[in-house]
């Protein structure tokens, strides 16, 4: 049948560029956006902003075969009849719908992870909040219509949660107390303008019936889950192979991606070393960093500290031609909006690739609360110390995960636009911390690639983390361990990022996703011969979308060549 639609469609005149642009639409119009509804919203199609994310096993079902209907569809469309740029888009595709089948039908989360109920409310009010894409009395509508779905999102979770592993039913213990308070003081803070008596009315009601929902879902996880909490997290090597290859198309053998792991591992821990001892030769790494902890600006300096450094940063990647910038606009700095402060120390808040309205960007800061202490003050300072100010400030804003932003027009087509691979938007922005030294950003300041290299030791722990934890070479105390000891972490941040580790397998992709890209650059380099230059290699790199590297691989050097 299949078939015969496509020889009818050629008799009438229709190309197959046609066929294939009418193929894609389907897909993010039938499989992705109806069961993403909060990630369709944050993309900019506000058709869904009213609709909330149904984890129910019917609706998982369904999302299961619509998959499977569209991944045969992709399979069978005639990739000859496509351009390169199209041809990778299906393979693209077809590697997300995959790794999607694997999430719903052997990795089950919706099975296995509480949070996943609790986060998917706070985040569906999060994406209707953070931007004005609308009026807000006509987002509080939307809003409403959101909260009344809520009560049903958490019965089915008490309907699906069979085993969970004990970690992430104490990680969702935890969170509730931030999601409760986030409905309870953030999310009328954020509609605070709307005056519509009957419209408040009714979302004070709404508001309040999920709070309620959330303290018995508090209740329910204590009582009745977290005793019968025995299952296990490790998703075993088939599995991880499985996800890192629809994820990021790498097919790289395990134990030979933690020979790599290690090797960039043991570079970094000489690097570190070495860039300590040129610094004080007399003191330990451990002790230069504590004093480079000291040497921050105030609370009421800090925004325009980190507008100083975006500056900088900017006119020093145009004067040194490091890649083409393509928007003069700056991102607007500014205090982290009231309900965002419990999630994040500091963001970049993009618009989605079709949002027309909210187009603003904001780079978003945490600053001190008020109330806080002298000391309490002065650890957050600490923390937003002159190197990780630069740090942050590269990876994202310039140029990170701004300047990527920036190129997002260029992406060749909607799947590029929609589809993304954190190896390369991650390892971009871990790319660039290091990048920005070497080629000369802080001049001779040494304390900057110190914090640079100690971020790096941090991403290279997460790579061998991630990898043995999951094959069961790994015990969770021996990744807090591994952290502290050849990360160069302290416990509480050892035991934070193995606990990330559990749920977030693959957070590989930042050290991955760097070495990704330094090889693709080495191998363009010998391409190009004496016509490289980083700006042509950044701005064709950037060009792309953000797809795995194997795809920009292919478009920029013309091969298929080993992505490491």
Known sequence: MKRFVILMLMAAGTTYAQNWDTLVDSFFDEAVFPYSPSGAVQDGFHAYDSQ???????????????????????EAFPAARLSPDQQADRDLVLSNIRSGLLSLE??????????????????????????????????????IAREKLMPKLFAEGKLNLKNPPKIYTQVAIEQIPG??????????????????????????????????ELQTWLSWLKSDLLPRSKGDYRLGADTYSKKLLYDEMVDIPLDRLLEIGYANLRENQQKFRETAKKIDPRKTPQQ?????????????????????????????IVDHHLMTIPS???????????FARALTSASMDTPGPYETVAKEAYFNVTLPEKTWSAAQTEDWLRSFNRGVVTSTAIHETFPGHYVQFLWGPTAPSKIRKLISAATYTEGWAHYCEQMMIDEGYGGSDLKLRL???????????RFIVGIKLHIGQMTFEQGVDFFVKEGYQTKITGERETRRGTSDATYLYYTLGKLEILKLREDYRKLRGPAFTMEDFHNNFLMQGMPPIKIVRRKMLGNDSPVL
Do not use: C
Request: a negative charge; hydrophobic letters at 40%; zero cysteines.
């Open 451 to 461: 914090g640079q290299l100690q971020d790096a030791l941090l991403r290279n722990a």
């Open 106 to 143: 052997t990795i089950r989360m919706w099975e296995k992870d509480p949070d996943q109920y609790a986060s998917t409310a706070s985040s569906s009010a999060f994406v209707i909040m953070s931007r004005t894409f609308a009026p807000a009395d006509v987002r509080l509508k939307a809003l």
């Open 328 to 338: 003069p606009v700056m991102p607007i700095v500014e205090e982290t909006p009231p």
């Open 288 to 316: 230069i960093l504590d004093e480079a902890e000291k040497d921050h600006t105030t609370a009421d300096n800090l925004l325009q500290t980190f507008r100083d450094t975006l500056t900088g940063l900017r006119a020093y």
């Open 52 to 74: 909330l994310e149904d984890l129910s096993q019917a609706t998982i079902q369904k999302e299961i075969a619509v998959n499977r209907r569209f991944e045969g569809e992709f």
């Open 179 to 212: 999601i409760v308070s986030f409905f309870q003081n953030d999310v009328p803070l954020a509609f605070k303008e709307v005056k519509d008596p009957a419209l408040t009315q009714e979302f004070s009601q709404t508001n309040a019936v999920v709070i309620k």
